[in-house]
């Protein structure tokens, strides 16, 4: 019985360290976006993360009353909101940061780890 229970100790150790050294390998990040609303932006960041492999495990939405000065002023419609997103994958996250500062619609973007957040 003993010589068994070694057996499986042994030939299990490995399996279980392996799985442990990918889940730690995983990044959790929370990127912060303000963006113009009536564009579609938040349903395209949404799929270039996804798209990217990462996970979104929540999304907190901060819409803001006031209209940005600039292309829509005047219109009524645009309004501007903010977001956080909290995702989880395996590579780095500051590719999509790149990519979005890029876009219009975008007014900011900033990326933080999970470690480091306070709620």
């Known amino acids: 019985m003993c010589i068994r229970d070694s057996f499986l100790v042994v030939r299990g150790f490995p399996v279980v360290t392996r799985r442990l050294a990918v889940a730690s ?3 959790r990040v929370e990127l ?3 963006y113009r609303t009536r564009r579609g932006v938040l349903g395209r960041v949404l ?3 996804t798209r990217s492999g990462f996970q979104v495990t929540d999304v907190r ?3 803001e009353s006031g209209e ?3 292309p829509d002023k005047g ?3 645009a309004k501007e909101a903010g977001v956080v997103l909290s995702l989880e994958g395996r590579g780095s996250a500051h590719p999509l940061v790149e990519e979005l500062t890029d876009w219009e619609g975008i007014l900011d ?3 933080r780890s999970s470690r ?3 709620e």
């Open 25 to 27: 390998a995983t990044e």
């Open 32 to 34: 912060s976006l303000s």
């Open 47 to 49: 799929e270039l993360c």
């Open 61 to 63: 939405i901060h819409a």
């Open 68 to 70: 940005r000065e600039g």
């Open 75 to 77: 219109k009524g419609k």
């Open 109 to 111: 973007v900033d990326l």
């Open 116 to 118: 480091d957040s306070t």
